[in-house]
């Protein structure tokens, strides 16, 4: 889905690198097929008082990763909380992701979050201001949401236009509010003050934008959700697929 005058608010320096740079949502299947394959791993226990999808680490590369941190098959999506394709995944392929593959200790599942427009760094700064091991259900939930985000930034347009040349923490927080997105987050934990002090870190919206631009050249990603296996990209964005490639791994 597209917001033509949401431009008008771009995050200045932070979202004018992207209308450069960033592909469309849901296309993201270009690229060479991971060839991996090999014999039926073994499943590994997790800590005591544990299942492994309890156990998420935030990544060097900014993503956040559920499960082993040793698992031998390394899932990562890239996906914005704005793309309508990533939401459609997520219903189709997150409890099975989490309760099969994960759970086994041999597939670690690494969550990026993609900028694809100035929904997405307040939508990511939000879904990331908590622990981290809440990051991937508060990103279900609010591709859940989006519909309903969406329509709000439709019905707003006037507040959006009006916060233009505020600075980029108080436009994010406008934008957020906008979208209704405040509200949602602080009926899951993260306070609204809370929020706001995540939008205020110096340079945390900008860090996103470059974590985008530098591994959407790196992986050739043309758009989300787009997938990487053991570090290659797939050809695919599709879960009966990409479930495939994981059984073929050796999580079966």
Known sequence: MKFPNLRLVALAAVAAPLSLSLGACGSGSSGDEAEVSGEALEKVAPPEGKVWSDVVTKTEAGGYAMGNPEAPIKLVEFGALSCSHCAE???AASA???ETFVNSGRVSFELRLYMLNPLDPPAALLATCGAPEAVHSLADQFWKFQPEAFANIQ???AALAASENLPIGERMIAIAQAAGMSDFFASRGIALDQGKACFAKPGAAEELVRQTETQGKEYNITGTPTFLLNGKKLDTNSWPEI???????GAR
């Open 243 to 249: 479930k495939a490639a994981l059984e073929k791994a």
């Open 96 to 98: 099975e992701i989490r």
């Open 89 to 91: 995944f997520a219903e």
């Open 155 to 157: 019905k707003n347009q």
